[in-house]
């Protein structure tokens, strides 16, 4: 089953839980628009390359569509459109105004000079412009997109329509009108919601141990302020493999020694008896959370067996497909998932937007104060629906958010 298939199977099993009008629900699996654009690049070898690259805008009822983009060699449409589609879910359970839509380029950034990027980027917003605007469509950044390349989407956007236009694209350094806090808002927001459910299901994070897949941005912010209050890492891994260290690993050394050595496989000497495993092996690992902050499709109906969590908070998008979730739920594996999980990092560019807009910017303390109560009473509304339904998480996060979409579809009329 395609991930856009896996999305499409997780809307239609909250619809049956909650009646949910069938219009509703055909609306909702079809993005309302797709583009494909190609973009040929002049190589710093003085050849001509073109790329290929992607924008789908799921669902604007709320608001503008809103969505990073990727730059990943196995991109592809159905991803894209899968990932759209979870945006519009994801802001729909935070109750921000935005709908959903992502993008992404088949491309390995790592193969790319700098020039050679910023080229490619530039070109992309080029084919797309005429569909993006800060009224229209929000990109963010999303897999290997950072915030250096949101800054030459603002300015690309900003030359065209001759006129300073930073509210086009979020996740934008501080000095090209970011917010305060985008960086970890992710990560921020996952714990915020990690917080409240450790309350409900009375987990003390000082007897809790943690595995965090994958330490790129998000993943290595989770594994500080996670260990910050109380929780013991006991593995992390990147895209070569995983570090597990049953004694608990000091989060300040493995991200600096990541930093200098270039993996935390190069780390083991860091913590005493620390094993170097594989990705499975490290998924497989003793643990009492389980963080998965990598990729799509990481959990599926071959490995999701072996997983020996109680919990698993998915910081990545759809990182465990239908199959293993359902092999998870039969286990008493709980899921906290990635549509409320993650969605800290969308809030926080809805902050940028707004301050964009305002062209009046909040202290990182403000951005705080209103990203907090947002996550919060996000996890007491699924909370909520998970009693009322007697089902997951994830299908009372799909309740929660098409609730709000039936609601605004409605009011707007469907005709
Ligand atoms: N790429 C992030 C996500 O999947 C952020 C999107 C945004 O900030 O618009 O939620």
Same mark, same amino acid.
């Given at each position: ?8 199977? *997780? ?7 909650? +009646? ?17 654009? =190609? ?33 990943? /060699? ?16 994801? #802001? ?17 950034? +790592? ?39 949101? $800054? ?6 900003? +030359?065209?329509?001759?006129?300073? /236009? ?13 917010? &305060? ?6 990560? *921020?927001?996952? #714990? ?5 459910? $450790? ?40 895209? /070569?493999?995983?570090?597990? #260290? ?37 998924? $497989? ?12 499709? &990481? ?87 998970? +009693?009322?339904?007697?089902? =997951?998480?994830? *299908? ?20």
């Amino acid at each position: 089953m395609s991930f856009f298939e896996n999305a499409i199977k *997780q809307i239609n099993e909250a619809a049956e839980i909650m +009646k949910l009008d069938k219009d509703i629900v055909t609306i909702l699996s079809h993005p309302k628009r797709i583009l494909t654009v =190609t973009m040929p690049v002049r190589m710093d070898n003085g050849e001509v390359k073109v790329f290929e690259g992607f924008r789908v805008q799921h669902n604007d009822i709320p608001g503008p569509y809103k969505g990073g983009i990727r730059y990943h /060699q196995q991109v592809d449409m159905d991803e894209v459109k899968a990932l759209a589609t979870l945006m519009t879910m994801k #802001c729909a359970v935070v109750g921000i105004p935005l709908g959903g839509g992502k993008g992404g380029i088949i491309v390995n950034p +790592k193969e790319l000079s700098k020039r050679e990027l910023e080229q490619l980027t530039r070109k992309y917003v080029e084919r797309i412009e005429a569909f993006i605007g800060p009224e229209i469509d929000v990109p963010a950044p999303d897999v290997n997109t950072t915030p250096e390349i949101m $800054a030459w989407i603002a300015d690309e956007y900003s +030359k065209l329509k001759r006129k300073n /236009q930073l509210g086009v694209v979020t996740g934008k350094p501080l000095e090209v009108g970011g917010s &305060q806090g985008r960086g970890d808002a992710t990560s *921020q927001g996952g #714990c915020y919601v990690l917080e409240e459910f $450790a309350k409900e299901r009375n987990v003390d994070p000082s007897k809790t141990s943690i595995i965090i897949q994958g330490f790129g941005n998000a993943g290595a912010h989770m594994a500080r302020i996670l260990s910050g209050q109380g929780y013991k890492i006991v593995g992390v891994s990147d895209s /070569q493999g995983g570090l597990y #260290c049953e004694a608990g690993l000091d989060v300040a050394k493995i991200s600096a020694c990541k930093a200098e050595q270039g993996s935390v496989t190069k780390c083991d000497s860091i913590c005493t008896n620390g094993k170097v495993v594989d990705n499975e092996g490290l998924l $497989a690992s003793q643990c009492d959370i389980l963080i998965l902050a990598a990729f799509e499709n &990481q959990v599926r109906e071959d490995n999701a067996n072996n997983i020996k969590a109680k919990y698993i908070l998915e910081l990545a998008n759809g990182p465990i497909t239908p199959e293993a979730d359902k092999i998870l739920a039969g286990k008493g594996v709980e899921i906290i998932p990635d549509i409320l999980a993650n969605a800290g990092g969308v809030t926080v560019s809805y902050f940028e937007l707004v301050q964009n807009q305002m062209n009046y910017y909040w202290t990182a303390e403000e951005v705080q104060q209103k990203l907090h109560p947002i996550m919060v009473d996000a996890w007491k509304r699924l909370s909520e629906y998970q +009693k009322k339904y007697s089902c =997951t998480l994830r *299908q009372a996060a799909f309740v929660s958010a098409m609730t709000r979409l039936e609601k605004m579809i409605k009011a707007r009329g469907i005709e």
